[in-house]
């Protein structure tokens, strides 16, 4: 499958402002490539170069050195034909104050040199819930109404790339799942190619096939979900009895990975591909206890986020 992004050694240097010549180092060889028809993670702390290379392939923010193709497009010798291909939602709410709605569609969509027979600006408000508000001014929408706005706008040249920068921070659970089910839409109907950076990592394991660990303006680590969370997820069994458990006879248990937690409490380390399942019961039993409670913990990006920047 063919690039839709493909960045190679990426560097973007600030002047500090403070002392003559020094810089500083927001992209540091960055290499990172994402494949056509993905819906793509992005996940880094505060400060790890995550706006920055948005900002890059958007063209707000030119790169001190590297090559950047956008759908093969390289955004030196042919920007605007890269920045025509790529939408960009922005994380901050900011909205245009004379226009409404409709009319702030069009002027975006002129923007891009798209002739008015060809616009989308009615099928873009009707598919995000927004028709009804046509003719209002966008200071006058709701917080989740402004945010499916900058969505709206994003898409009126129908990008073949859509990022979508903290899409969700902020809004209510209902809105965030309306907001789901639209990315998935544009992804699975269309083959838009989706770039999500966000701090709710259930959304990224929710939306994403593929995720890339963003520190100190690197790659750190990238790969497709499944093999990030078979790798490095943990899985873990926890069987809480109503009494006491004899320690001696957890010692005494060889070829199982398990470890006391408290007096009454033991947990099971599945994070193997091949779990004796019968193996366990069989332990359970032999402890001659009622069962209190159990809980069988999956993987989760958060878990994996906390070992990969930690590390």
């Given at each position: 499958m063919s690039d839709a992004i493909y960045v190679n050694n990426l560097i973007k240097e600030y002047n500090t402002g403070r002392v003559a010549n020094e810089k500083k180092l927001a992209l540091n060889g960055l290499d990172i490539n994402i494949e056509v028809g993905s819906i793509f993670g992005l996940l880094g702390p505060n400060g790890a170069g995550k706006s920055t290379l948005i900002n890059i392939l958007a063209g707000t923010v030119i790169k001190t050195s590297g090559e950047v193709r956008v759908m093969g497009v390289d955004i030196d010798y042919q920007p605007k034909r890269a920045r025509s291909l790529i939408g960009v939602v922005p994380q901050e709410i900011v909205t245009d104050t004379f226009f409404p709605l409709w009319q702030a569609l069009e002027f975006t969509a002129g923007y891009f040199g798209i002739r008015p027979e060809n616009r989308i600006?009615?099928?873009?408000?009707?598919?995000?819930?927004?028709?009804?508000?046509?003719?209002?001014?966008?200071q006058r929408l709701s917080g989740g109404m402004k945010?499916?706005?900058?969505?709206?706008?994003?898409?009126?040249?129908?990008?073949?790339?859509?990022?979508?920068d903290e899409p969700t921070a902020g809004v209510d659970i209902e809105l965030r799942?309306?907001?789901?089910?639209?990315?998935?839409?544009?992804?699975?109907?269309?083959?838009?190619?989706?770039?999500?950076?966000?701090?709710y990592l259930a959304e990224a394991q929710e939306l994403c096939d593929n995720i890339a660990f963003i520190n100190d303006g690197k790659i750190i680590k990238q790969d497709s979900k499944k093999k990030l969370l078979a790798e490095l997820g943990s899985r873990y069994l926890d069987v809480e009895f109503e009494n006491a458990i004899d320690p001696v006879k957890v010692s005494s248990l060889k070829n199982t990975k398990l470890k006391l937690l408290n007096e009454n409490k033991i947990r099971f380390d599945l994070h193997t591909e091949?779990?004796?399942?019968?193996?366990?019961?069989?332990?359970?039993?032999?402890m001659d206890l009622r069962i209190k409670n159990?809980?069988?913990?999956?993987?989760?990006?958060e878990d994996i986020f906390h070992k990969i920047v930690k590390k």
């Open positions: 600006t009615d099928q873009l408000l009707k598919t995000l819930s927004l028709y009804d508000k046509r003719n209002s001014l966008p945010r499916r706005f900058l969505i709206a706008k994003a898409m009126v040249h129908s990008p073949r790339i859509l990022v979508l799942n309306q907001l789901w089910e639209y990315v998935k839409k544009l992804n699975q109907e269309q083959g838009v190619t989706i770039i999500i950076t966000t701090h091949n779990n004796d399942f019968t193996r366990i019961l069989e332990i359970i039993h032999s159990l809980n069988l913990s999956e993987p989760d990006l």
